[in-house]
């Protein structure tokens, strides 16, 4: 059974940082693509970051040069490092693997907020 468990989120001011966690049990994350997403209130939810089998990595343009994503295959976990943070980076932020066969499995979500 895939698991996928986010951590990390929580109340940061603008121009902070936070640095989200999604450690994953029951597959490799070298194995698959890995992806962040995030879901403001009333908005659907979007990509912010990917990270290749490969280990390329492609940016929505909004996170472009403020976060940088990155797994460490040894702890099976995928990290979202979050700089800069602007108060429309507030939403629930989601970590989802996608097999080699296209199925995705999603974790429940950290909450980040931003404000002053």
């Known amino acids: 059974q895939v698991q996928l468990v986010e951590s990390g989120g929580g109340l940061a001011q603008p121009g902070g940082s936070l640095r989200l966690s999604c450690a994953v049990s029951g597959s490799s994350v070298s194995a698959n693509v890995m992806g962040w997403y995030r879901q403001a209130p009333g908005k659907q939810r979007e990509l912010a970051a990917v990270i290749t089998r490969g280990g390329s990595t492609n940016y929505a343009d909004s996170v472009k040069g403020r976060f940088t994503i990155s797994r460490d295959n040894a702890k099976n976990t995928v990290y979202l490092q979050m700089n800069s943070l602007k108060v429309e980076d507030t939403a629930v932020y989601f970590c989802?693997?996608?097999?080699?066969?296209?199925?995705?499995?999603w974790g429940q979500g950290t909450q980040v907020t931003v404000s002053s």
């Open positions: 989802k693997l996608r097999n080699s066969i296209g199925y995705n499995y």
